[in-house]
């Protein structure tokens, strides 16, 4: 079984492949689908879209498991954000490929026990539990194997 974890942005789509086999994740691949601040957002989404979609065909997930928007005070950045989302909804939807959505807590707790961790603390775990030799980068790809991986331990 794949697990997709991604997550979302307009600049940086972070996205973490997990197989499961035998109940032990192991890390497929894991990056970002950049786009950038010259490009038309429909011409960023189309990116996204496209990048995604190449993703999904060659590592067919059973599930995706995305991040939740949350903001406090930048509303500009959220609504790009949720443009971003509705993309990778849309094509999780159109795959009929099912879709969790978590919040930065609940990662957070999943992983390392504490709603309260700092990202240095996660990444240590990520790399302990993934038996990964350096810490994934960029930071957007190391959340998004945290993502999936918090959803295969509430899966559990």
Sequence with gaps: MIVFGIDPGLAR??????????????????????SGKDQRTSERLLHIYTELAALFEKYPPAHVAVEKLFF????TSAM???????????LAEQQQIPVTEYTPNQVKQAITG?????KRQM??????????????RPDDAADAL???LCHIHIMR
Excluded: T, W
């Design 72 to 75: 406090s005070k930048n509303i």
């Design 146 to 148: 945290s993502i999936a």
């Design 123 to 136: 990444q240590d775990m990520i790399m302990r539990l993934l038996h990964l030799s350096e810490i994934p």
């Design 13 to 34: 789509v972070g996205y973490g492949v997990i197989a499961v086999n035998n109940r032990k994740p192991e890390p497929v691949c894991y990056g970002c689908i950049e």
């Design 80 to 90: 790009s954000v949720s443009e971003a989302r509705g993309v990778i909804l849309l």
């Design 114 to 118: 504490s709603g309260r961790a700092d």
